[in-house]
């Protein structure tokens, strides 16, 4: 690959007003779906504020201060269990499951007389003895990890320990997380073209304040202000908005500080909404011949390979070992996994590993989470974009039911391969508004990487 570093104007992209209406339909046969391949008396999905993916895609529902829990049980039971400020705002999730008060989850010195025991609360709920329970956690652990993949590893010991008393037996609570989470066949790997419409919201607004960033900071502001240019909406974020500047060790997941930027500064930023992360590091200075050899070119080609081998049914193994090789003798390679599936929450799972088996599918969402590592003090460097894999009939789906989006999708694979040189597969759909668009040094923001003959 030949990478050159050319004067690319930033593409245009009209957006829309408003974000797509979810269907609620949706969020039923998601419920429906994990309970009837669990196969058990009743399934319960813990969420918390950090943890609250597996339960928002099932219900619509993120716990905002308090830990939840989502019964699903037999004939047709829903029951959504939330504390004292999670009564409150239960209303806007959806109107058909019941709301239990537990007073057990909520915050300190919150009221308790009314329903203070979770057992009482789920034996309300119909959950009795010698019944079976699958538990979807937050994550999961496999047998490289434990002996018992079976018990519920990353759901508070509380709750758990409630489980067992009301069903009367540990053998009878058993982790069902990975139908959620598996990168193979998990609820969550795949998505419709509903849920592919809400995140291309998403990753055009992630996108959006990223470059609003990286154009307009400059040597002398403060990070703070640098970040402020993103003109922050309230959109729901998966990760805390990152930002890092300096000329030794550049700690990419921090927060902005009040420290100023200086010529020559390593720099980093990240926004991530529902749906989508995106990223940009490059360094504050015009550009340097060295700079761009040793570290530009070896990483655009990773990614552009990582972009380039992506296919339904290619193998995540395959990929790992080719965007590997793609590094060649650089003095780095990836951080982490290159690329994952993102959702509600930043990294679902990843079927991109070293030997993995598993295929890429329609409907998977991925982020280019191709991190270069280890980076000298001072340097930094990163592009990080969302895409979509659609097979033939999610593409029509996607066309029939979302022309507006369809035609951006469009423009961007038309940007990729006319301005970038990368060629994708008609199946790889790019979300973000300008993916794959690497300007490493941000003195110049449409001087970027480009592959050419």
């Known amino acids: 690959m030949n990478i050159k570093l050319q004067h690319i104007p930033f593409p245009a992209e009209e957006f829309p007003e408003t974000a797509p209406i979810f269907p609620v339909t949706e969020y039923t046969e998601r419920i429906n779906a994990l309970y009837s391949r669990a196969g058990m008396d009743w399934v319960v999905v813990y969420g918390d504020r950090e943890h609250f993916a597996n339960l928002t895609f099932l219900t619509g529902y993120d716990p905002r201060f308090e830990e939840a829990l989502l019964l699903i049980g037999p004939g047709g039971r829903r029951f959504l269990v939330v504390g004292n400020e999670g009564r409150g705002y239960a209303p806007l999730t959806t109107p058909w499951i019941e709301v239990l008060l537990c007073q057990s989850f909520s915050l300190g010195g919150q009221p308790r007389a009314t329903a203070p025991r979770l057992a009482d609360v789920l034996a309300a709920s119909g959950i009795g003895a010698g019944m079976s329970i699958g538990v979807v956690g937050w994550k999961y652990l496999d047998v490289t990890e434990t002996d018992d993949p079976r018990r519920p590893a990353f759901v508070p010991v509380f709750i758990v320990h409630a489980l067992r008393h009301t069903v009367g037996s540990h053998n009878g609570v058993s982790d069902v997380t990975a139908l959620m989470m598996n990168p193979a066949d998990g609820l969550r790997a795949c998505n419709s073209a509903a849920q592919i419409a809400?995140?291309?919201?998403?990753?055009?607004?992630?996108?959006?304040?990223?470059?609003?960033?990286?154009?307009?900071?400059?040597?002398?502001?403060?990070?703070?202000?640098?970040?402020?240019?993103?003109?922050?909406?309230?959109?729901?974020?998966?990760?805390?908005?990152?930002?890092?500047?300096?000329?030794?060790?550049?700690?990419?997941?921090?927060?902005?500080?009040?420290?100023?930027?200086?010529?020559?500064?390593?720099?980093?930023?990240?926004?991530?909404?529902?749906?989508?992360?995106?990223?940009?590091?490059?360094?504050?200075?015009?550009?340097?011949?060295?700079?761009?050899?040793?570290?530009?070119?070896?990483?655009?080609?990773?990614?552009?390979?990582?972009?380039?081998?992506?296919?339904?049914?290619?193998?995540?193994?395959?990929?790992?070992?080719?965007?590997?090789?793609?590094?060649?003798?650089?003095?780095?390679?990836?951080?982490?996994?290159?690329?994952?599936?993102?959702?509600?929450?930043?990294?679902?799972?990843?079927?991109?590993?070293?030997?993995?088996?598993?295929?890429?599918?329609?409907?998977?969402?991925?982020?280019?989470?191709?991190?270069?590592?280890?980076?000298?003090?001072?340097?930094?460097?990163?592009?990080?974009?969302?895409?979509?894999?659609?097979?033939?009939?999610?593409?029509?789906?996607?066309?029939?039911?979302?022309?507006?989006?369809?035609?951006?999708?469009?423009?961007?694979?038309?940007?990729?391969?006319?301005?970038?040189?990368?060629?994708?597969?008609?199946?790889?759909?790019?979300?973000?508004?300008?993916?794959?668009?690497?300007?490493p040094f941000w003195g110049q923001p449409e001087r970027v990487c480009a592959l050419r003959d």
């Open 198 to 439: 809400a995140f291309e919201w998403s990753a055009m607004r992630a996108s959006t304040h990223v470059f609003r960033i990286l154009r307009g900071t400059h040597p002398g502001m403060s990070e703070f202000a640098a970040v402020a240019q993103m003109g922050y909406e309230g959109d729901p974020l998966t990760a805390h908005v990152m930002f890092a500047s300096g000329s030794g060790n550049i700690v990419g997941l921090r927060s902005p500080t009040a420290r100023r930027i200086e010529a020559g500064d390593g720099v980093t930023t990240a926004v991530s909404f529902w749906g989508s992360l995106v990223c940009r590091a490059g360094m504050i200075s015009e550009p340097d011949d060295a700079f761009f050899a040793t570290y530009c070119v070896p990483y655009f080609r990773a990614m552009a390979t990582w972009y380039q081998a992506l296919h339904v049914g290619a193998l995540g193994g395959d990929i790992f070992t080719a965007v590997t090789a793609a590094f060649g003798d650089a003095p780095f390679n990836s951080m982490l996994n290159p690329g994952h599936l993102v959702s509600f929450d930043e990294w679902v799972h990843s079927p991109i590993r070293p030997n993995s088996a598993d295929r890429i599918a329609s409907g998977m969402a991925l982020q280019s989470d191709i991190i270069p590592y280890p980076l000298p003090a001072g340097l930094s460097l990163n592009c990080e974009d969302t895409v979509v894999i659609a097979d033939a009939a999610l593409r029509a789906d996607l066309q029939a039911g979302y022309p507006a989006l369809w035609s951006r999708i469009q423009a961007r694979c038309a940007f990729m391969t006319d301005q970038l040189g990368i060629t994708l597969a008609e199946e790889v759909l790019p979300l973000s508004i300008a993916p794959a668009y690497l300007p």
